[in-house]
């Protein structure tokens, strides 16, 4: 498939009357073509302008229509074949192994949702019948249903080429809700980008649906991204990225004179806590241990957010062993290679930040990789006081690096957690013999994270009805939601009630005869479809 370097705006390809740019392999630095040309503010408006005009239709597409269109995008993205894993390594430098996972969960989110479109709950009906008779007063017929907010503006992440880009979780939950979406892809993979990009636009055409239903877009990352947020044509907003970027399109998002929400994933720094029982086994036990989680810092060059930035390590002897096992497990890998020369960058300055901070001594390091943009893993550690009193030591290091912090009671790990921003995740490493040490524990994280695991690791985030990947600011910037998960349309979507109205001018799901075969809730009682009539 060649690429043409253009955004596609409403099916179209659009050829930028900006500057242009190259994605860049960052193994070798290497220019890749083509160049890609970059649109102005005026030609933005032509796809937000497409996405309202989409939106009357889309938005009330019949379930069956609506669920085959996304599978029919996820069918479309599994037939670019191996040219979509060869241009997403190029431009990111993961390997092939990764990417094809990847790949696997953003079709698979795509059918998720499209299972999520035919079941239909995410409608949330309501129905309270009219109670003519009711006194004092009679009770007026009232329906509600959710709907979509209107066209979203999607950002692709740097990390995730694939199942946090152009068809990811974001682009696939709001165009399950309903909702049009104007993506603004990554300029570091956009030839990723464009390769998903045309298999969601032949969808849209093989279903004769409205063509501004989704449209992708290539711009400088600040102006086009901030004008797209404040394009009053945008009902809402999905990000993946820094926090620095994220605060700055929630800034420009809230100063509209319509405010629209931004659902931004951030910063975070998924602290792991080991109990004094997960350390009581062998030493091949504590080995093991140390590995896996060296494993998940590590992996895909730590350049997850799901990553284990801190580890807090019991003091004593027990806790002695963790780190020595620690220390060996880093310091035999070796650096992989980053996305972006200047994510690399970035990552050399904050481990050169974090290893020169009061009380911080290295506890491992691994070897440079084979290539410029390839660091060396390091692992680092401190007593827990200073971790509490130094706030130098909570920043994120996007990257295969983390903190060992040595505590001696369930007090010292509640005070950290106290003082600790939103995080996504909290690990808890134990035996039954720990659970009264760790009870105290989980009310506190409840305040903190959004997933609490015991014996796993945070890494590898399943996609589900049940997964929760959010949390408090700065982690997220609304700790309402999820950005993986069924639960994640429910971003996109709000509550209309209906009082009154004539059967011939309610919507389907609200109307007597069910045409949709949704369930629904009468007079506040859950009635399935195949029971309410």
């Known amino acids: 498939m060649t690429l043409t370097g253009h955004s596609l705006i409403a099916g179209q390809p659009l050829v930028g009357d900006g500057k242009t740019t190259f994605a860049f ?7 890749l073509h083509p160049a890609y040309s970059l649109i102005t503010e005026e030609q933005l408006t032509t796809a937000t302008s497409a996405a309202a005009a989409a939106y009357p239709s889309f938005s009330t597409l019949d379930p069956e229509t609506h669920a085959a269109f996304l599978d029919a995008i996820a069918d479309n993205i599994e037939a670019i ?6 241009r997403a390594g190029q431009e990111t430098g993961l390997p092939a192994a990764r990417l094809q996972g990847e790949r696997a969960r953003t079709t698979g989110q795509l059918r998720l949702f ?35 907010l209107g066209p979203v503006a999607v950002f692709g992440a740097s990390n995730f080429p694939l199942a946090f880009s152009t068809a990811g979780g974001d ?7 309903g909702c049009p979406v104007v993506f603004k892809a990554h300029n570091a993979h956009p030839g990723t980008g464009e390769l998903v990009g045309r298999a969601v636009v032949k969808a849209v055409k093989d279903f004769r649906l409205h063509p501004g239903v989704f449209s992708l877009v290539y711009g400088p990352g600040a102006s086009i991204g901030q004008a797209l947020v404040a394009d009053p044509n945008i009902k809402a907003v999905g990000f993946t990225g820094s926090q620095a970027a994220g605060i700055a399109l929630m800034r ?9 929400p931004v659902y931004a994933e951030m910063s975070s720094l998924n602290p792991v806590f080991v109990f004094e ?28 957010c799901t990553s ?18 620690v220390g060996r497990a880093v310091s035999a890998c070796a650096g992989q290679t980053m996305l972006t020369e200047g994510i690399a960058g970035s990552w050399n300055a904050g481990a050169a930040a974090l290893g020169s901070a009061d009380g911080v001594t290295v506890v491992g390091k691994g070897t440079t990789g084979p290539t410029e943009n390839a660091p060396a893993p390091t692992i680092f550690g401190t007593p827990v006081r200073d971790f509490v009193s130094n706030h130098v030591l909570h920043q994120e290091i996007f990257g295969a690096a983390s903190l060992v912090i040595r505590y001696s009671s369930t007090a010292d ?51 589900g009805h049940a997964m929760v990947h959010g949390g408090p600011f700065p982690a997220t910037s609304d700790s309402r939601t999820t950005s993986v998960g069924t639960l994640a349309i429910s971003r996109f979507l709000r509550p209309v009630a209906y009082q009154n109205l004539p059967p011939e001018l309610l919507p389907a799901p609200l109307q007597d005869d069910n045409p949709w075969h949704l369930n629904r809730r009468i007079n506040g009682e859950q009635q399935l479809a195949t029971t309410y009539v």
């Open 25 to 31: 392999n960052p193994a070798t630095n290497e220019q």
């Open 81 to 86: 074949g191996e040219e979509l894993i060869i």
């Open 114 to 148: 499209a299972n999520v479109v035919r079941q239909g709950d995410f409608r949330g009906v309501r129905i309270d019948p009219a109670l003519p008779d009711r006194a004092p007063l009679p009770r007026a017929d009232i329906r509600q249903r959710q709907i979509p």
């Open 171 to 177: 682009t696939a939950s709001a165009l399950a809700a």
């Open 252 to 260: 420009t998002a809230a100063s509209r004179p319509e405010p629209i």
């Open 277 to 304: 029982g997960a350390l009581n086994g062998s030493a091949e036990d504590i080995d093991a241990l140390a590995t896996q989680y060296v494993t998940a810092v590590t992996g895909s060059s730590g350049q997850l």
């Open 308 to 325: 284990p930035g801190l580890l807090f390590a019991p003091a004593g002897e027990a806790g002695d062993r963790l780190a020595a096992a």
């Open 413 to 463: 790990l509640i005070e950290a957690v106290n003082r600790l921003e939103g995080q996504l995740t909290a690990t808890l490493q134990l035996t039954e013999a720990d659970y009264p040490t760790a009870a105290p524990l989980i009310p506190a994280l409840e305040q903190k994270v959004g997933r609490i695991i015991v014996n796993g690791w945070p890494t590898g985030v399943e996609g």
